[in-house]
């Protein structure tokens, strides 16, 4: 685990305390790779870390996925072969009181719950761009 915890973005130190990191990769021809850029292996690891955060939550556990980490040295670092994508991390472990590796912009995001974009900016109805008030 060591070897991912140094492929973590700066950003992302607080994850260095975590108890378990959950690396997700997937490759497209293990699923339904189909038209128009259709890859669901990346479509199905969303489900699947979905389901995994519920039952996290369901244990007192938080889940976290992240994106900042570099992928390319995730891979080296596991051996893991070229053609898989290296989606996601998973942070996992039981919430903690000391915010000492957190930023201020961490600290305040932790507090506020982030504002939900309106309905007709990218839920539509009808035809792309509409809200049903339109
Ligand atoms: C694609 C994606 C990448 C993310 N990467 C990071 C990350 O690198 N570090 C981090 O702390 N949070 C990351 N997050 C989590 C967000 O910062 C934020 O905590 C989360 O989306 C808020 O969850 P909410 O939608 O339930 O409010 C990421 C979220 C998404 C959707």
């Known amino acids: 685990m060591e070897s991912v915890r140094t492929c973590l973005a700066k950003g992302n130190i607080w994850a260095t305390s975590a108890q378990m990191i959950i690396v997700v990769a997937a490759r497209a021809s293990d699923d339904c790779d189909l038209s128009d850029r259709r890859s669901y292996s990346l479509f199905d690891c969303g489900l699947a870390i979905g389901q995994l955060q519920l039952r996290a939550t369901e244990l007192g556990m938080i889940a976290h996925p992240i994106a900042g980490y570099d992928p390319t040295r995730v891979k080296q670092a596991l051996e ?21 590796m957190l930023s201020e912009k961490q600290r305040t995001a932790e507090q506020e719950r982030p504002v939900r974009k309106p309905e007709g900016e990218n839920i539509f109805f009808d035809a792309w761009g509409r809200s049903s008030a339109d």
């Not at 072969?81 to 919430?95: A, S």
């Open 80 to 100: 893991i072969p070229e053609e898989y994508v290296v989606i996601t991390l998973v942070i996992c472990g039981y919430p903690g009181s000391d915010d000492s």
